[in-house]
């Protein structure tokens, strides 16, 4: 029976990614533009236990644009690698008896 020998590999370097988006602010007033409707559905104003609130929920798809920036130290130098991206965001936005549309969170599409 041929034995089997395992190799571990371990990797001690750093790798920092971050996702900067194109104007955020605007992003966040678009979608709850978008998540506003005509007309009320009537769920923020249902009747629910004490202590609870009703809430009503609307979704928006909309394409998000920005940088992702990776950084570490690679060959004893460090790299910086800057990558623009466009992709496509499910937003979520709630509403309560009173309020007006906020947005709560997003899912990416991709």
Known sequence: MKQQTQTKIVMNKSL???AIVDQPNLLESLVEKLAS?????GY???????NWQAIETSSTETYVSGTL???GVM???DAFVNIPFITSMLFTCIKGKEDSYR??????LS
């Open 75 to 77: 060959s004893n130098d």
């Open 69 to 71: 920036s990776f950084s």
């Open 16 to 18: 920092n990614i971050v």
């Open 37 to 41: 409707r005509r007309y009320d559905i």
């Open 44 to 50: 923020s104003k249902e009747t629910v236990p004490q």
């Open 103 to 108: 947005l709560l969170w997003s899912s990416s």
